[in-house]
């Protein structure tokens, strides 16, 4: 009754036109092509890249982000680009772009998510947001989205990388290639639509609280500059204590936790200020939170990789999936190393029951389903259609 | 766990207050408020509702919140319910205050907890807090915005006050205080530059007739519209201009330009101006056409000016009034730049004011009469009295040298409360003399602040006072005085009608002459300007206009008088068009009131040969014909019932007892009936102003009587004529206590006598003797009354032709006759007691140079000064005469050679200070002194001549003619 289908195609030829029209041809496995979604490395010309994609599916709505690292079926990649594609009756699509986020994110998101009013109306909703991870606070856009989504309708998806150079992160919709904005793909299905969520990091230690902080930067802990509590909790060699870069790579399995009613959300660190000691997480961290120093080995962020690929799945019902969608932080990349994320992938493959994968490696993920919080840091988020 | 929800609820508190108190805003509070205790719960739905309303809500779409099921649900502390399109949830709710409940709403399997109530309950309570000290700022917000408002506005105001206390409302633009002080910064940056500063007063002219003809509003409207357009001249460009445009008075605007080159670049503008408002002004359905007059003033440049600037701004501004005031002399229209010259004559004229000032105090002023005469029959009908000053060092000065300095100060209403005060004076003193004069109306001018309803009450009192006919006196007004003061000068004029003076349009032709301020006026005399009048005999248009203005005065039922008749052929020309009345040198100068009274009385020689006036003596400037005073239709008609009625009186007083007498058995009724009549017709004349009443009727009458008594003498026998020679002794005691100039006392005996001789004579004939005595005692008194008038009248009419022949009209010194007679009577006097006397005779030096350069008014002023110096030079005992031409004399008696030398050097000194056209009236003095230089008149004459003769060869050495006439 209902047509759909999902195809991914990817290709690391090194010239973005080839390996657009490559990756999107092996994604057009089926008629009637409703959306494609591009997660293309940041080493490619985005445009000519776009421009290849276009040409190879005229006509069709496309949405899409560069990646720090693009995950298929087959595994994960960098430098390539991974394409997929909806199509079907069984899926009615609306598009969306908010330009220049940081201006004002709430704003942003809610325009965004605007396009969800637009789809005809299917039994199963969800929004697909693909956001500038480096543009602020993303709690601010998911709220934004949130205000105009409601309660009814989760959100989904991933901020934009760079491959962690840090500088700028591109997103693409229709004929445009964007930087600063909140792209936004309102799903409608007669299937349903499941979602995971799990991130696998323990607490360590004793809580403490954030005694002064605004937004995501966090100045004090218990009383002590926040740097100097965080170094000091987990004995942080003298290279992490002095250096940016080695920060950089032992806060990505450093994050902090923060205390709800019934879990952590996870905060990425992303810098340090050597010189007034403070910290910048990747989200808001309220003063007066409660907080965690967390901690995981390849064990825990596996066991969460399953757990997100169950969660997901069994919210199909006994409906087999067509597809998954991951949005993997890119900090379990570094937990889980070259050779854990193979596996992870394999294990999320192995899931799917032969239903295609496609993803990308986030600075960033976002996945409400329940409460109104719905951004997530060093986490993994699965999104498995029927 | 454990620990953590412990502190969890007091945690999550800390954090909700820590977020909502961050606005400072109520709706974003609230926002703020449900999106975090949403988080804190992890429920998807939170609201906050007050009032049955929704203030802040999330996790519904936009524009599908569920209201009512929401308002419900706050109504609960917990509960489990469908909520919108979310399906069944958990909610809980907790009140804030007792208007507004805090909800949260979860999905899922958990229910909420009693620590998740408890957190809820104490975030409700912190929202209320929260709530409260944002509304509570936000009122003082609003108060600070209102009150900052209020402070605004206040200013605003206050500006507004500040430029409507400088600026002018109807135009916009700055008034004459804003006006003063930009002059005064023009003037301070064109210090030390070579750069000139301008005033330039602009004034409209008639405006006041433009405003009364379109209405105030309209005027107001055309005011306006001008003022955009001097404004558009002002500033030409659109640049910032150099210059300002202010309004400074009803019709007058002003601009100071600044950084000029020079003096022609002020006219430039000035021309500028004038030629922006050449074009007529749309006001309503009409065009209206305006003129200026501009007065320009230039400051100098870098001046080092001692003056503070104050003071060089007020004297600039004032130099282009006075400029603008002579380009108005100059004619409509005009510009004039000031000049130095005119500071002068300002300072003149302020000096010139206050002398006027002292001299009206110090009774300076003088009137003076001219004639008016009919045209038809030369008779005078009216004097126009005319003011002079007897300045004491300038001479005697026209009005046209001081009239219009009084008229720029209050000056000018002393002087014409004093004019008409004269005149009316001068009225009565010849009414009181029985003067010919006194028949004759005289007008005064009357200024035009003068008239006011002051005015009324100033011409009734003095009318009172004088006790006059108000038909004697005229108001003469100039056309336009009255058009310029239309609207307030109506109720004046009816007001000065009502009390019957008369009123005379002065100037006619001069001003905008319009037919309808002709007829809503109560004029009823028409004076014709003197330029139509100039060129009467030799232009045809002019004949025409006055044909036509006569034509028109005739049919408003006005008379009318033409000015400045010089010739004969324009009297001819006036004649033949009809024209009432004419004035000017053709007939007379005007002449203090002695000389204008003689010129009116009677010639006395032919009064007193035949006891009658003059019948019918058209003789040009003579003959006051007592009964041809008014020319008005009314006075002619007064006059013939004054005719009629006397004619009556004669006729039927003593037809009564002559009837009673002659008939046989007397018609006492008839007799009685006639004398009646006689009576009423009497009473009529009593009526009529005494003047009207020709003494012939009163001679006449006497005679009559004188017949009667004679009659009754000759026929009622001796008792009769006993009787009637006791009345005549009676009456002669009563005659004599009454001043017999009462004429009308003498009118009631006659009438009183007329009635009882009747009863005389039948009480003669045998009835109430005692009552017919009585009454013709009284019969007796009114003969002797009428006699004894008679002679003072002739007595009067001796002395003033005594007066008139030893006097010279023009000074008012004695003439050659008065010197023979002194002469003869001090000659007299030598025979008696040897007394010596002097004879002095004085010629003025270059007398007939000034008559004829500056003309015989100037020359008769000469004189007239001369005389006055003459006399007060002289001592009391002294005669001055003028015997003719510019030569004087002086008859000193018991005066030997040394008196005659020391007088002659007095005269000689004090007539130098007798100036004309700056320069001192010389004199050449002769003297000779009786008997010690000559034994009789003759020589006397002869040697004081000579004497003169030989100064003046002495003092013109030279002169051919004058040494050839010496050595003869």
Known sequence: LSERWIGVGRSADPDPGRAGSQATGEALRGADPRLLIIFSSSAYDPERLLHAVRAAAPGVPVIGCSTAGEIATSGPGQSGVVVTALGGSGFSIVTEVARDAAEDLRAAGAQAASCLEAIEPREHRALLLLTDGLAGDQTAIVRGAYSVVGAQVPLVGGCAGDDLRMSRTVQFHGDEVLSGAVVAAALGSDAPLGIGVRHGWRRVGEPMLVTRSAQNRVHEIDGRPALDVYFDRLGAPCDVRQQAEAFVRFSQIHPLGLVSRSEEHVRFVGDADFADRSLGCIAEVPQGSLVWLMEGDDASVLEATDAACADALAALGDQPPLGLLAFDCIARRGVLGEEGIGLEVERVAARGQGAPVAGFYTYGEIARTRGINGFHNQTLVVLALA | ?968
């Open chain 2, 1 to 968: 766990m454990a620990l953590l929800s412990e502190n969890w609820s007091t945690l999550q508190r800390a954090v909700f207050v820590a977020h909502v108190s961050v606005s400072t805003d109520e709706r974003d509070t609230a926002r703020r408020a449900v999106e975090r205790a949403a988080d804190a719960l992890e429920a998807e739905v939170c609201a906050l509702i007050r009032r049955g309303a929704v203030v802040a809500a999330i996790g519904f779409p936009a524009n599908h919140v569920p209201t009512p099921e929401l308002v419900d649900a706050a109504s609960q502390p917990v509960g489990q319910r469908e909520l919108g399109e979310l399906g069944e949830v958990w909610t809980m709710s907790a009140a804030l205050d007792d208007r507004s409940t805090l909800l949260v709403a979860r999905m899922g399997e958990d229910g909420f907890t009693r620590e998740e109530s408890d957190l809820l309950r104490g975030m409700a309570r912190s929202l209320e807090l929260t709530l409260r000290m944002v509304r509570t700022l936000d009122h003082e917000r609003k108060l600070r915005r209102q009150s900052q408002h209020e402070i605004r506005e206040r200013k605003r105001i206050e500006r507004e006050l500040a430029h409507q206390e400088l600026h002018d409302s109807l135009t916009g633009l700055p008034n004459r205080t804003l006006l003063l002080d930009r002059t005064i910064q023009a003037l301070e940056r064109a210090r030390g530059t070579s750069k000139l500063v301008a005033a330039m007063l602009i004034d409209l002219d008639h405006f006041k007739v433009t405003n009364d003809t379109l209405g105030h509003r309209r005027g107001d409207e055309l005011l306006a519209m001008l003022a955009r357009r001097l404004e558009g001249a002002v500033h030409p460009g659109s640049g910032p201009s150099r210059h300002t445009l202010a309004r400074v008075a009803g019709d007058e605007f002003m601009v100071i330009c600044e950084r000029l080159s020079s003096e022609q670049d002020a006219i430039t503008v000035a021309h500028r101006l004038q030629s922006a408002l050449q074009a007529p002004f749309r006001i309503g359905e009409q065009d209206v056409s305006v003129a200026v007059s501009i007065g320009v003033a230039v400051a100098a440049a870098g001046s080092d000016d001692a003056r503070d600037l104050g003071t060089r701004a007020e004297d600039l501004l004032r130099d282009a009034d006075v400029a603008m005031s002579r380009a108005k002399e100059r004619g409509r229209g005009c510009c004039e730049v000031f000049d130095e010259q005119m500071r002068v004559l300002l300072t003149e004229r302020i000096q010139l004011e206050s002398e006027l000032r002292a001299g009206l105090e110090r009774g300076e002023l003088r009137l003076v009469y001219q004639p008016v005469v009919s045209v038809l029959d030369g008779v005078v009908v009216a004097l126009e009295a005319l003011v002079r000053w007897e300045h004491p060092t300038r001479g005697l000065l026209v009005p046209g040298q001081f009239i219009p300095i009084a008229e720029q100060s209050d000056l000018i209403v002393g002087i014409g409360e004093w004019v008409i005060e004269e005149a009316c004076r001068q009225l009565s003193e010849w009414s009181r003399h029985g003067h010919a004069s006194a028949n004759v109306r005289i007008s005064v001018n009357v200024s035009a602040r003068q008239l006011t309803f002051e005015l009324v009450a100033l011409v009734d009192e003095a009318l009172e006072r004088h006790g006059l006919d108000p038909g004697r006196l005229a108001l003469e007004i100039t056309e336009t005085l009255l058009i310029e003061q239309a609207k307030s000068s109506g109720a004046v004029l009816d007001s000065l009608k009502r009390l019957g003076v008369g009123l005379v349009l002065d100037d006619f032709g001069t001003g905008y002459s319009s037919l309808s301020y002709l007829k809503r006026f109560p004029i009823d005399q028409l004076k014709l300007d003197r330029t139509f009048v100039s060129e009467l005999a030799d232009d045809p248009r002019s004949a025409k206009i006055v044909s036509a203005a006569i034509e028109m005065a005739r049919a408003l039922g006005m008379t009318v008088v033409a000015e400045g008749v010089e010739r004969l052929e324009q009297l001819e020309v006036l004649a033949r068009l009809r024209c009432d009345y004419a004035q000017g040198f053709h007939f007379a100068r005007p002449e203090p009131a002695d000389a204008v009274a003689r010129r009116l009385a009677p010639p006395p020689a032919r009064r007193l040969g035949r006891h009658t006036p003059a019948a019918g003596a058209p003789a040009t400037h003579q003959a006051p014909m007592p009964d041809s005073a008014p020319r008005d239709e009314d006075a002619e008609r007064r006059a013939t019932i004054g005719r009629t009625a006397g004619l009556l009186f004669l006729t039927g007083v003593p037809l009564g007892p002559l009837v009673e007498l002659t008939v046989p058995g007397g018609e006492l009724q008839v007799g009685v009936g006639l004398s009646l009549l006689g009576l009423i017709s009497g009473l009529i004349c009593l009526r009529l102003p005494w003047q009207q009443l020709s003494m012939r009727w009163i001679h006449a009458t006497a005679l009559v009587a004188t017949l009667e008594v004679a009659l009754a003498v000759a026929t009622a026998g001796a008792t009769a004529a006993v009787f009637s020679w006791l009345y005549v002794l009676v009456a002669a005691a009563a005659a004599y206590a009454f001043r017999p100039r009462r004429t009308l006392v003498a009118y009631v005996l006659i009438l009183a006598a007329a009635i009882a001789s009747p009863i005389v004579y039948r009480g003669n004939a045998g009835g109430d003797t005692l009552a017919g005595a009585v009454l013709g005692i009284v019969v007796i008194a009114t003969m002797v009354a009428v006699v004894a008038a008679l002679r003072e009248r002739l007595e009067i009419g001796q002395q003033e032709l005594r007066e008139l022949a030893s006097r010279d009209p023009l000074t008012g010194v004695g003439n050659y006759r008065l010197l023979h007679e002194r002469l003869e009577y001090e000659l007299l006097r030598h025979q008696r007691n040897s007394a010596k006397f002097s004879l002095l005779v004085i010629d003025l030096d270059r007398f007939k140079h000034v008559n004829e350069r500056l003309g015989h008014a100037a020359g008769d002023d000469v004189l007239r000064r001369v005389a006055r110096v003459l006399c007060a030079a002289v001592r009391q005992q002294d005669t001055v005469v003028r015997q003719g031409g510019d030569e004087f004399a002086v008859l000193a008696p018991e005066t030997d050679a040394e008196g005659a030398e020391h007088l002659a050097r007095r005269v000689k000194e004090q007539l130098g200070e007798v100036q004309f056209g700056g320069e001192p009236v010389g004199a050449a003095i002769g003297f000779a002194v009786y008997p010690d230089e000559a034994n009789s008149m003759q020589l006397l004459l002869a040697r004081a001549d000579s004497r003169l003769l030989a100064e003046k060869v002495a003092s013109r050495e030279g002169d051919p003619a004058l040494a050839a006439y010496a050595a003869a």
